[in-house]
């Protein structure tokens, strides 16, 4: 496997935890290294997943601390939500940096002009313009939260 790789970051920075004696880390590195292995053998043959399907799992993980962090909150588990959140931020430094807001509305406005000129206008425009903020915004984007704004553009 190439060490340049992110499963291979990943993997030095386990190597690294267990040196370190670092809990949190471990664990999280831990979970995001199953779950991949889990990805990699899911299918008829084994595969080795590129960069952006890592990453792709990757964002799986945090939103998956992110969530149990909340429902730790709910059920009055504090003692538990900041280990949770540290987790995910472990899992976070891996992932590139998400679009700020003013740059996911510039690539919204984009794609609706896009749309116009195609003939789609309105609510019909609204499939094939989140699908193709998606694709520009990349992995890490929310998807809520490109259904929201170009529900909003075009409604408005």
Same mark, same amino acid.
């Given at each position: ?29 831990? @979970?995001?290294?199953?779950? %991949? ?15 952006? @399907?890592? %990453? ?55 794609? %609706? ?44």
């Amino acid at each position: 496997m190439d060490d340049n790789s992110l499963k291979g970051q990943l993997q030095a920075a386990l190597t690294a935890g267990m040196k370190a004696r670092d809990e949190v880390a471990l664990s999280a590195l831990r @979970q995001a290294l199953s779950a %991949i292995a889990v990805a990699e053998t899911a299918g008829d043959e084994v595969t080795v997943l590129t960069d952006d @399907q890592v %990453i792709a799992v990757l964002v799986v993980e945090v939103r998956k601390h992110h969530e149990t962090a909340d429902a730790f909150v709910t059920a009055g588990r504090a003692d538990r939500v900041e280990r949770a959140r540290a987790e995910a931020a472990v899992l976070e430094a891996y992932l590139p940096a998400s679009l700020s807001d003013d740059e996911l509305a510039a690539i919204v406005d984009a794609e %609706i002009a896009t749309a116009a000129a195609a003939g789609l206008e309105g609510m019909k425009a609204m499939g094939k313009v989140v699908a193709a903020v998606r694709a520009q915004a990349g992995a890490t984007a929310d998807g809520s939260k490109i259904a929201a704004m170009v529900k909003a553009a075009l409604a408005g």
